[in-house]
């Protein structure tokens, strides 16, 4: 007797999310990589308006199929209009760190947000943390302080700006545990236009003359590569359990020191490793907790680019 199509269909699941997610984690350190490079090249404010127009593009016929109304009855206005401030912000922040720091160390940094809003989810969100978790939130800032390496080195420009990009990646989260009922391309919509505005402003300021359509094809693949990295993240957490692919993303920091590395011949600090180790460490334990927990949301919802 042979199996049902549900059943043959089960392994493929289990195997394709995981499998998505790898992928779409893999697209995400290639859009890292790219900006860092773009941003040898053209202005932070000019890189930014064409990846966002490029990335509406990709979008665009998506929420054509939604629809205007899941864009223009939005929950709580307010909380959408600061969420769009801060996500501007980090982007900012992401990409001047990229431009002025190894892609592992930037990594490290914005992968110890979610255990910024461990920390802050009791006092803005009214969740309860036991002190489990808030040990693994201490080792989390013991590790972030360890990457920065306790000096005047950390007072750099580059490495406070670091801080300021992360504590906005984690309003992001934050925010988004707040804005439940909103979908996830509304969100990404009003993302985009943030950036895209604050990118016109900023863009004559240091707009860098493009000498050919190919330059401009690489500004506008960084949009490209970063919104399907996104869908393919969205797909994955939509056919597997959390528990299964969000840990995952955690790949982002292998594949910084492999890029970092390999384009632009960057070896990892001893104290970044140990940091990102900590920070790693903590992110999964606070994970699982939470999960086991059986808290409606995962800690890391959002991925930095």
Known sequence: M???????SAPAKVFAGPAIMLFGMLLFSLNDAMGKWLMGSYGLGQVILIRSIAALIILAPFLWISGRKPILEVERPGLQAARVVFSTLELFCFYYAVMSLPLADVMTYWLAA?????????????????????????????????TLEPSSAMFTLPALISVVGTA????????GRSLRATPDKTLV?????????????????DWVPLASATELLALGLLGIVAMSAHMLVNR??????????APLQYTLLVWAIVFGWWFFGEVPRTSMVIGATLIVGSGLFIFFREKQLKTRDTVLPAIPE
């Open 114 to 146: 979610p255990i910024y809003v461990a920390a802050a989810a009791p006092f803005l969100l009214g969740e309860k943390v036991g002190w489990r978790r808030w040990t693994a939130i201490g080792i989390g800032f013991v590790g972030v302080i360890v």
């Open 2 to 8: 042979s199996a049902s199509p549900s059943r043959r």
């Open 189 to 205: 919509l009003f993302q985009m236009l943030g950036t895209a505005i604050a990118g016109l402003v900023s863009a004559p300021f």
């Open 236 to 245: 994955a957490l939509k056919i597997s359990d959390a528990a299964s692919v």
């Open 168 to 175: 906005a990646f984690a309003f992001m989260l934050l925010s």
